[in-house]
C-alpha cells in the first residue's frame, strides 16, 4: 500500500498577515518589531491576525534578508555580585526586557566585568548583535569609545568616558541628591554626613555634587564623606567609618537605598534611633527603601521607565527613526517616609 503523507500548508508569511488583517506588509512588520508609530485598533487586527494564521516570525530567514541578527546585547560592566545583587539595576533591566518583550529582539546579556575581553568585543562587532545597551559604567571601561564606532549603543547614564555617537537615558542626579539633602536641612539637621556612589561613576561624582552645593547654599560644612559601592555591606562599612569621624551627626543623605539599610543597621547596633538622633535619606526608591525597619525617605529615580526609555530609542535607532536627541533625562521627586 502505497502511504503519502499529505502535503503541508505553505508557512504563513507577513504578506498573509497583512492581506488577512487589511494592512501593509511594512504595518505587520512595525507591529511585529513593536513599534509605537501604529494605533492601537491596527495593533489589534494584525494580532488577531498573526494569532489566526498562526505566524510565528523566521528569525533566520529574516536575518538573512535583512542582514540583521535582531539581537541586542545588554552590556553590564560590573561583577555578578553586583549585577544580581542591586535592585536598581535589577528594575532597569525589567523594562528593558519588557520593552523588547513587545518587539521581535532579543535580549543577549554580557557582562563585561569591568574592562571588555578581546571575546567579548569580537562577539559585539561581529554582526551577532544589531545594537547595543551599556548600563552601571565605570571610567576605566575604555572599550566603549570603540564600541559606539560599530554600533548602534544607548547608555544608561552618562558615559564615563569620552564617546562619539551613541544615546544617552539619564536622570538629574545632581537635582535630586541636593532635594534629598534640602530636606534633610528643612528638617533641622545641621551636622549632614553622606556616603557616597562610586566616585568612577558619574552617577555617584553627580550625587555628591548635589549634596556638596545643597550644603553650600545653606551656609554648612559638610560632615564626613565617604565612598560605598552601591552595595548594602558597603554601606554598613562606609557608616562605621563615619560614625568614627563624627559620632554627633543628625543626618546623612546615602547615594543609594542598599546603602542606606545597611548604613541604618550600624546605626541601631550604635544605640542611634532613627529619625530622631540621624535623619536618613537613600536614593532610587527600590524595593529595599520598603524593608528597613523604619521606612526609608528616598529620591526616586523612574529605573523601569529608564529601562523602557533606553530599548525604545535603540529600537527606532534600528529602524532609522532618528528624532530623539542625544540626552534623554529623566526627572527625579522626593519621597518622603519616616526615616527622614
Known amino acids: 500500500m502505497n502511504m503519502r503523507s499529505p502535503e503541508m500548508p505553505p508557512a504563513p508569511t507577513l504578506e498573509m498577515v497583512g492581506a488577512l488583517a487589511g494592512v501593509s506588509r511594512a504595518t505587520v512588520s512595525r507591529v511585529v518589531n513593536g513599534s509605537p508609530r501604529v494605533s492601537d485598533e491596527v495593533v489589534q487586527a494584525v494580532r488577531a491576525a498573526i494569532v489566526e494564521l498562526g505566524y510565528v516570525p523566521n528569525r533566520a530567514a529574516r536575518s538573512l534578508a535583512s542582514k540583521q541578527a535582531h539581537a541586542i546585547a545588554l552590556v553590564v560592566p560590573e561583577d555578578m555580585s553586583r549585577l544580581f545583587g542591586d535592585l536598581y539595576l535589577a528594575s532597569i533591566i525589567g523594562g528593558i526586557h519588557n520593552r523588547l518583550e513587545a518587539s521581535d529582539y532579543v535580549l543577549n546579556l554580557m557582562v563585561a566585568s569591568t574592562q571588555a575581553d578581546g571575546k567579548t568585543m569580537r562577539?559585539?562587532?561581529g554582526g551577532n548583535v544589531d545594537g547595543a545597551i551599556v548600563i552601571s559604567h565605570h571610567t576605566d571601561d575604555t572599550f566603549l569609545s570603540t564600541l559606539t564606532q560599530t554600533l548602534p549603543v544607548v547608555f544608561g547614564g552618562r558615559p564615563?568616558?569620552?564617546v562619539t555617537g551613541g544615546h544617552v537615558v539619564d536622570v538629574d542626579n545632581v537635582a535630586g541628591s541636593r532635594t534629598g539633602t534640602e530636606h534633610l536641612i528643612s528638617r533641622g539637621r545641621r551636622r549632614i554626613a553622606t556616603i557616597?556612589?562610586?566616585?568612577?561613576?558619574p552617577g555617584g561624582i553627580d550625587r555628591l555634587t548635589g549634596f556638596l552645593a545643597a550644603l553650600a547654599d545653606a551656609g554648612l560644612e559638610p560632615g564626613p564623606i565617604v565612598e560605598g559601592d552601591f552595595t548594602l555591606r558597603s554601606g554598613t562599612e562606609a557608616m562605621r567609618e563615619v560614625l568614627r569621624q563624627d559620632a554627633a551627626?543628625?543626618?546623612i543623605f546615602v547615594a543609594s537605598d542598599m546603602m542606606a539599610a545597611g548604613a541604618m543597621t550600624v546605626l541601631r547596633s550604635?544605640?542611634?534611633?532613627?529619625?530622631?538622633?540621624?535623619a536618613v535619606v537613600g536614593y532610587d526608591d527600590s524595593a529595599a527603601a520598603l524593608t528597613t525597619d523604619v521606612p526609608l525617605t528616598t529620591v526616586r529615580q523612574p529605573s523601569e521607565m529608564m529601562g523602557v526609555t533606553i530599548a525604545s530609542i535603540l529600537i527606532d535607532v534600528l529602524n532609522g527613526v532618528e528624532a530623539h536627541p542625544q540626552m534623554t533625562l529623566l526627572p527625579t521627586e522626593l519621597v518622603v517616609r519616616s526615616s527622614a
Open 196 to 201: 557616597t556612589g562610586p566616585q568612577t561613576m
Open 160 to 162: 564615563a568616558v569620552r
Open 249 to 251: 551627626i543628625d543626618g
Open 123 to 125: 562577539y559585539l562587532q
Open 270 to 278: 550604635n544605640g542611634m534611633t532613627v529619625p530622631d538622633d540621624v
